[in-house]
Structures are given as C-alpha cells and as structure tokens.
C-alpha cells in the first residue's frame, strides 16, 4: 500500500531511470490482459512497454526492481520485489503496449479523479497531449455535457449550454438520489441544449450517460448537424444508462437537444485508437465527498468506464483544515482508504495511481516550512495507497512526469524552487 509524489526539481532524472532496458535475463514484469471488455482486448506482444529503436542501438541498464525509486513506487501483488511475478501497474502497461501493436481495440483511458488543482485541466491537459503525442488522438475522452462548476475546465473541447440546466456534485450542490455517475456530477434539464466543440481533431464513438427515469423526456444527439440517435430516457425506476453512437469520418462539433425532462452525467467521445485522459475534477472535493456517491452506482459506473488507469489526486482542500494528530486525520485516511477500496472493486485488473497534492507552505520566521496536515496527507496516501507508477520502457512515463513537473513549476510559490509535490 503506496502513495506517490514527484520532486519538481527530479522528476526529469526520475524518468530517465526508466527508460534503459532491464538486464537480458530478466524476463519483464507483465501483468494480466485487460479483461473488463473482452471482445476488444487482445493479448499484448511479448515487448510489453518497450519502445521501437534501430537494430543494434545500445541502452544501459536499469534496475529491475520497482518497489522504490526516489519518490515513485509501485507493488509487487505476486512475489517479492527482488523476484516479482506481477506488479500492480502491469495491466496498464499491458494495455499501452496492446494500443502500439495496435491490438487493444479502442483507447487506452486514464480517468483522473481530483480537486481544483485537477478541475482547471493543466495538468490532465498536459498529460493527455503528451500521451496522444506517443500513442495517438483517442479523442477528449469522458466530458460533463455541462460542468459542476464554472472552474472545471477541458482544454480539449468548448462546451455552451442554453435552455437552464440545473448542475449538481459530489462537492457542491448534492442531489438526494446520490447517482452522480463516474464523474461524480450530473446536470438536468427540461429542454435544454448542450453543445460541445472538438478544439482540434474530431471524434467517431459518441457514448451518452444519462440516467433513465420516470417521466424521463428524450434526447437527440447530432455530429456536425448530422443527426446521430434519438433516445428515450423514460424508464420505470432510475437507472444508469447508455447510448451509443459512430461516424464515419468523424465530427468535431456534438449537440444535445432535450425535449422534456432529461438527466445526463456526461458524454464520451473517442476514436477507435489512441490515448484518453478523462477530466473528472471537481472544485471544492475533499475525500467526504465521494460518501455522496451511492456504491453501488458509483462501482458500476467505474466498471462501465472500464479505465486502464485510475489516478486520484486529492487532499489540497483536507490541508486546509486538518492537523498531523487530530481524529480528523484518522477519520480522513478511514474515508480514503474506502474510496480506494471501492475503485479497486470495481476495477480488480486495472491500475490506480495515488498522487500527492500540490504544497502548501505557511510562512514562519522568514521561513516557508510545508503545512503539517499535507504531511499527515501524504503519510495517508503511503498507507492507504493500493498502486503507483511506472515501468521502464514506456514513453508514457516520461509524458505522465513531464505533466506534473511543468505545470508544477508555474504553480510553485515557496522560497524552494525544487519543491512542488513534497517528499
């Protein structure tokens, strides 16, 4: 059980451990076939995570063991860290090296799970064209139709709405049914339109999560003025519901037109291949607020998404108020350790990342020491941690460092220019 954070001024370092090759006679760690979809994934290569380079090119020698370097962790699930068999990040790199023998079917997904700092998009932003660079354009992957809040932002789209929509969150106006879907938001209306805008690139798989319910009205969907399905949320019970879509060729520009009631949590646009990192910030979460989520809802909802990757990056907001030795603490790793429990049900074979927030300094006699609740935050994502990071060989590593330390660096506010994410 591990919890991650990057040092601003080392990360770049950090990277480059990874990208020499393990000794020949180790064998790479692989973990299992991503299994959520079946019909789609297929068995990757034998060079799990390993990048194309001209014959007879040379590459020093890595370490083999990924229990601990510097400040990225990972877990040995099956074996020891000197010999493991399985290490908790594998069915990710296993889906990456899938999508570059061009095996796996659709895009690998990233879903990032977070505060403000993860709301604005830099550095899911950042991160999703860094892996489209190496793995292509997977499309902006699962978008809120209409966000929570005025501050969640998409540097991949440009979202409009008219009509009144009435939006609710895990964090900011809850609704009583708790069915926030995976994003934790859902937004409502009678009416309304929802406009979304590629701003580069287009999209040729459309999935609508909307929720089907009693006196439930429809809603059409086009592609660039196309029209692409009309669908009937109208349902006996409340329920989680898809609907699904193609285009040949593509679209860049998708509309949503309700008549009567209509309740979505958002809408995923993909490519059949490539790289997603889904934007599933919040302003204002804390580790309470996914207690609003009903579990059974919420699981399904993960499992649906079916994410190679699950990264959580909160605790900016708890530092705020929470002390190294206080019952809030221990009521904050209680809660964090459930959240993590119920992403691990519902994603038994994928990977889950637990990053650190951003540091918080308070000044104290011409000095900026770290705030001692983002220390006890840290000890809590070290314990109550299930996965982590990276594997040798894999570009990803590099562009998924990259994200954190460059936007880190226009964030930094402290006397230390190295320190970002604290040790």
Not at 109 to 120: H, K, L, P
Not at 187 to 197: C, H, L, N, Q, V
Not at 209 to 235: C, F, I, K, N, W
Request: with cysteine; aromatic share 6%; net charge neutral.
């Amino acid at each position: 059980m591990v919890a991650l954070c990057v040092l601003d001024g080392g990360v770049q370092a950090l990277a480059e451990r990874f990208t020499a090759r393990p000794e020949a006679d180790r064998p790479p760690a692989a973990g299992p076939v991503f299994t959520a979809k079946p019909a789609v994934v297929a068995e990757a290569s034998d060079g799990v995570g390993e990048i194309d380079e001209p014959p007879g090119a040379s590459r020093p020698t890595a370490a083999t063991r990924r229990d601990k370097i510097l400040s990225l962790e990972d877990v040995c699930i099956d074996g020891t860290p000197d010999e493991c068999k399985r290490w908790a990040m594998d069915g990710f790199y296993r889906a990456v090296a899938s999508t570059k023998a061009h095996k796996l079917g659709r895009a690998v997904r990233v879903s990032w799970y977070g505060d403000s700092v993860i709301a604005t998009d830099a550095i899911p932003g950042r991160l999703r064209a860094l892996m489209q660079q190496e793995l292509g354009d997977g499309g902006p992957g699962f978008v809120y139709l209409v966000p929570p809040h005025r501050f969640c932002g998409h540097e991949a789209i440009t979202r409009a709405s008219t009509g009144g929509w009435t939006a609710h969150a895990i964090s900011t106006m809850q609704v009583a049914d708790r069915l926030y879907g995976v994003g934790g938001s859902t937004a409502e209306t009678d009416s309304g339109r929802a406009t979304i805008k590629l701003n580069a690139g287009t999209a040729s798989l459309v999935e609508l999560h909307y929720l089907a319910q009693p006196r439930g009205g429809s809603a059409t969907l086009t592609a660039d003025g196309a029209l692409l399905a009309t669908v009937e949320t109208r349902s006996s019970a409340k329920q989680a519901a898809y609907a699904t879509a193609s285009i040949e060729g593509g679209a860049h520009r998708f509309e949503l037109a309700a008549a009567g009631r209509v309740r979505v949590f958002g809408i995923d646009l993909e490519n059949p291949s490539g790289a997603v990192v889904d934007n599933l910030g919040v302003v204002s979460v804390n580790v309470k607020s996914f207690d609003a989520n009903e579990p059974a809802h919420f699981q399904a909802a993960l499992a649906h998404r079916s994410a190679d990757l699950v990264m959580i990056m909160i605790g900016a907001n708890e530092a705020q108020w929470l002390q190294p030795t206080d019952h809030d603490t221990k009521d904050y790793a209680a809660r964090y350790g459930k959240l993590l429990a119920e992403v691990r049900a519902a994603r038994p074979e994928a990977a889950c990342l637990v990053v650190s927030p951003t540091d918080q300094a308070e000044a104290m006699d011409g000095e900026y020491p770290s705030r001692g609740a983002v220390r006890a935050v840290r000890s809590t994502r070290r314990t109550r941690g299930w996965a982590a990071r990276a594997r040798r060989r894999s570009g990803f590593a590099k562009a998924w460092s990259a994200a954190i330390s460059s936007t880190c660096r226009a964030r930094a506010q402290t006397s230390s220019p190295n320190r970002c994410l604290a040790p």
